[in-house]
Structure formats: C-alpha cells, structure tokens
T-cell receptor, first 116, second 113 residues
C-alpha cells in the first residue's frame, strides 16, 4: 500500500511556458501533500504543504504566484510552474500522508523539469 | 538551514562490509526517519524511529537515536551492491498535524562488488 505516482516523469519546456505536474495517491486518501524541490546532488527542499480543500502553505522564499499548488481532492495535488525559466529546472518530488499513514510521508517517483 | 546533517557526505565500501551513516539535528523532534534515494528517483521510506525509542531494526538495517546528543545512526549490515544509493535522514519537529519533514544533506553510499 501507500503508493504515490507523479506525472509526467520528465518534461522539457520552453522558457515562458507553464508546466503542470500531478501527484496522486493511488491507494489511500492523502489529507496532506507536500512538494519538494531537489537540485543535483543536494537534499530535498520543502516548497509547500497542501491540505485537501484549502490553500497551500508555502515555505519562506518560495513564490506562491510562480508555483501554483492545487489540492482539489484527497488523491490529487497539482503543482504548476508558471512562466518557467531555466533556473526552475530541477527535480520536483511530491509526497503524501494521511489516514493510517499519517505519521509517514510516501514519496512519488519525481518529475525532472528542464526549461530551455 | 538544514535540520539534519548527515556524515559522511560520501562513503565507499566493499560488498559484505557494514556501512554506518550518522545524522545530527538541532531542535527537539517527534520522530526521525531514514530514506533512500537511487539516482534520479523518488525516495523510499526505510525506517521511522520515534523520539521515545532508542533503537530499531528492520532486516539488515539498524537505527539508533540519541535525543540527548540530537543524533541518529543508520547501520546497514552485510552490504550489497544494490544498496548503492543516497541516504537521507528527515526529522519531524512540527507541533501540528502536518508532520512536516526537514531533510539532511544526505550520504552517498557506494558499495563496490
């Protein structure tokens, strides 16, 4: 149990365009989802926390107008990188927790974003 | 700043040897977790140890927690080439219900066949 998927697994987009990344909990209801960013050979940096049906809470230094997060259902959260720039190129990972898995976060496989 | 700091940053051993990675943190925690990440992939949860626990085992993994020193260690016994990955500790210090995790910088473990 506790499977989290992400789509797409990788995406290349042009500068100025927007990209949407989906995060789904496949076999449990995720009351909370987290979005992380990871640069090469570095650790995960929490970007925001989203609870189903409410606005996301962003970490300090993360632009909420640039990284739009929607958690419309208990199994789906989306991260939209708006007006992407090359410096937004990174590995984006989501995680989900909830229900009987409330103490643990289960991570998706990540999405590699490259902005050209 | 990072809550968790792992050392060493990189560790290279031979198959069959044991690997020990350490993690230190700065504030009081509810629990500490260890994760594994293969290159370019997502994280796999390995083990969670609560603040009132001192040691936990899972297969070839042994985790210790010393809250007085604010440190934890992950021991992988009888290592295999397939254990090659980055290992991260993550602490949950949140007071609410969101269980927000703060990750350390990670240890890159290479197990040579």
């Amino acid at each position: 149990g506790a499977v989290v998927s992400q789509h797409p697994s990788w995406v290349i987009c042009k500068s100025g365009t927007s990209v949407k990344i989906e995060c789904r909990s496949l076999d449990f209801q995720a009351t909370t989802m987290f979005w992380y960013r990871q640069f090469p050979k570095q650790s995960l940096m929490l970007m925001a926390t989203s609870n189903e049906g409410s606005k996301a809470t962003y970490e300090q230094g993360v632009e909420k107008d640039k990284f739009l997060i929607n958690h419309a259902s208990l199994t789906l959260s989306t991260l939209t990188v708006t007006s992407a720039h090359p410096e937004d190129s990174s590995f984006y990972i989501c995680s989900a927790s909830g229900g009987s898995y409330s103490y643990e976060q289960y991570f998706g496989p990540g999405t590699r974003l490259t902005v050209t | 700043s990072q809550q968790g700091e792992e050392d060493p940053q990189a560790l290279s051993i031979q198959e069959g040897e044991n690997a020990t990675m350490n993690c230190s943190y700065k504030t009081s925690i509810n629990n500490l977790q260890w994760y594994r990440q293969n290159s370019g992939r997502g994280l796999v949860h390995l083990i969670l140890i609560r603040s009132n626990e001192r040691e936990k085992h899972s297969g070839r993994l042994r985790v210790t927690l010393d809250t007085s020193k604010k440190s934890s260690s992950l021991l992988i016994t009888a290592s295999r080439a397939a254990d090659t990955a980055s290992y991260f500790c993550a602490t949950d210090a949140s007071g609410g219900s969101n269980y927000k995790l703060t990750f350390g910088k990670g240890t890159l473990l290479t197990v040579n066949p």
